[in-house]
Nanobody, 129 residues
């Protein structure tokens, strides 16, 4: 059974940085595509970034491109989200998710939460203005 656990969230001022981590257990990590989603109060769950089993990367919105970086360490069963130049609109609960479905990094299917069979509990990120 795949389990995911996020850490690294917190309260940060505008312009600051946070590095989110997600540890994976219960399967062969290198076989999985990983993603970070976020959900703000009263809104849906949106893709922030995805990284394929082979290391291809997709960023979910133009607003995070150039500020956020997703990466994975297969030796440590970890996926990371480095967030720089944080803005108040980045405030949300951030979730780590995993999928066994192999798709090219440019596939729009990564945007769909239903692609992912495993989810973490989420970590709160709050950016003050």
């Amino acid at each position: 059974q795949v389990q995911l656990a996020e850490s690294g969230g917190g309260l940060m001022e505008t312009g600051g940085s946070l590095n989110l981590s997600c540890v994976y257990s219960g399967g062969t990590f290198s076989n999985y595509g990983l993603a970070w989603f976020r959900q703000a109060p009263g809104k849906g769950r949106d893709l922030v970034a995805a990284i394929t089993w082979s290391g291809g990367v997709l960023y979910g919105a133009d607003s995070v491109k150039g500020r956020f970086t997703i990466s994975r360490d297969n030796a440590k069963n970890m996926v990371y989200l480095q967030m720089n130049s944080l803005k108040p609109e980045d405030t949300a609960v951030y979730y780590c998710a995993a999928t066994q479905v192999r798709l090219p990094h440019y596939s729009g299917t990564y945007y769909s939460p239903s692609l992912y069979g495993s989810w973490g509990q989420g970590t709160q990120v709050t950016v003050s203005s």
